[in-house]
């Protein structure tokens, strides 16, 4: 079994719209620690957000299993 990985918001969107149109914001904020699965998410290729020496990863919010403190 994989541990799950941890990181930290970079950015977040508006949220999704539920199944009448209606937008549900989201739980997690720009600061927030949280816990995902390891192999979930889109890889950003190094350099497309500038920096050549960071991993950047994009999750749905549905991808996060916690958020730490």
Same mark, same amino acid.
């Given at each position: 079994?994989e541990?799950p990985?941890m990181?930290? /918001? #970079?950015?977040?969107?508006p949220?999704r719209?539920?199944d009448?149109?209606k937008? %549900?914001?989201m739980?997690?904020k720009?600061?927030?620690r /949280? #816990?995902?699965a390891k192999?979930?998410?889109?890889d950003?290729p190094?350099?497309v %957000?500038g920096?050549?020496?960071?991993?950047?990863?994009?999750l749905?919010?549905?991808?996060i299993?916690?958020k730490?403190?």
């Amino acid at each position: 079994r994989e541990k799950p990985q941890m990181g930290e /918001v #970079l950015a977040a969107g508006p949220g999704r719209l539920d199944d009448n149109g209606k937008r %549900l914001p989201m739980d997690v904020k720009v600061g927030d620690r /949280v #816990l995902y699965a390891k192999y979930t998410g889109q890889d950003v290729p190094r350099g497309v %957000l500038g920096s050549e020496e960071e991993e950047f990863l994009v999750l749905r919010e549905s991808d996060i299993l916690a958020k730490l403190g």
